[in-house]
């Protein structure tokens, strides 16, 4: 009965000390612009001297950059897809297979947004069917598509 009362009072302890070390990640800043997060003043630099994991995310930590007009309008443009995974820090979406409305075809898709810039080399799409790849020219139209209307959701944001 001791030996229980010790373990949970050493567990109670350990989720304590794991709850107040939290708080130093709350200089962590998201900006609204890009989706960028900034987690030190030298972003991605290496840990080598010996630190631990979570100094990554005290001082040495990445910069990681997604349009964020890119990333909505993906998700907009393709919205017939159910969305499997969609991760703003790395800009990939991967999706599963939906039809489009008043499609024969189930198409899905994985989308990857490399790029803060609203440009068309930040946006690789790969679509396939069941049977495999979509052809070159419905994935050119389907990156158009999303681009087109990254581009009017800037317009519509005033930010041109």
Not at 25 to 48: I, L
Not at 114 to 134: E, H, I, K, W, Y
């Amino acid at each position: 009965m001791i030996h229980l009362r010790l373990k949970t009072a050493l567990l109670v302890l350990l989720c304590v000390g794991l709850t107040a070390s939290c708080s130093s990640f709350r200089d962590t800043k998201v900006r609204e612009s890009a989706f960028e997060v900034e987690t030190g003043p030298e972003a991605g630099s290496a840990v080598d001297d010996g630190s631990s994991l979570l100094d990554i995310f005290r001082g040495g930590g990445a910069q990681v950059k997604v349009n964020r007009y890119l990333w909505t309008a993906a998700l907009q443009t393709l919205d017939f897809l159910p969305v499997q995974s969609a991760d703003p820090f790395t800009g990939i979406i991967t999706t599963g297979y939906g039809r489009p409305p008043g499609g024969g075809r189930a198409y899905r898709a994985t989308i990857l947004i490399s790029d803060p810039a609203l440009d068309a080399r930040s946006l690789n799409v790969a679509l396939q069917t069941q049977s495999g790849p979509v052809s070159a020219g419905t994935q050119r139209a389907v990156e158009d598509a999303i681009l087109a209307r990254a581009r009017q959701l800037r317009v519509q944001a005033k930010k041109f």
